[in-house]
Structure formats: C-alpha cells, structure tokens
C-alpha cells in the first residue's frame, strides 16, 4: 500500500516510523534496492523520501518498484501528483496534504 504525502512532513519521524530508509539511494538504483526487499523481506515498512517517479524513474524501473508498493506499506513524499504512474495509483492507501485539509476547514 501507497501512503503519500503531497506536502513537506517531518520527514524525520516519518523516517524513524519505517523500518527501511530507501531515501538516500539513488533512484538509479532504487529499483535494485526493492527488488532485494521484495525477494528476502516477508513484511515491512518502507520510507522512500521525496520521488517524482515520472521525472525520475524509468518505465521498467517504476514496474520493478510496484512490486515492493504492492507487498509493502510505502511512505512517499511527491509534490507532483501527476508525476505518479497510472499503476501506482490504484495501490494508494491514503493521501495526505494540508491544502485537501484547509479546503474542508473553509
């Protein structure tokens, strides 16, 4: 599952709350990283940082990642929603960001 956050977060106890930081790697090599999780991890929480996959990802890589996204609960910071794949967004779980919380408040 997908938990996205559309805005800056504390980003430090978001990462304290994940068992694995794939934040400081880079995104070349991102989807080696979650091919290892996927294949020797049996559950876990993964923190991803801030990633735009569509400007950042290539197309087979995003493939590869989804599959981590699927068995996992995924913290992901984007500022760009529409950078998200199209697969990527049936696996969101939730989606927070203060501009959908001041909206309701008006």
Known sequence: MLFIYTDFVNVDTLRQECEIDLSTISSEYLADECDKL??????????FGFLEPGFMLDLKHEARIRKCIRKFNC????????SLPWSWKNEIHS????????????
């Open 75 to 82: 913290h992901l910071i984007v500022f760009h929603l529409e």
């Open 38 to 47: 996927y294949d020797h991890k049996k559950d876990c929480t993964i923190f």
């Open 95 to 106: 989606l927070s960001s203060s501009s959908l919380t001041k909206k309701e408040n008006e």
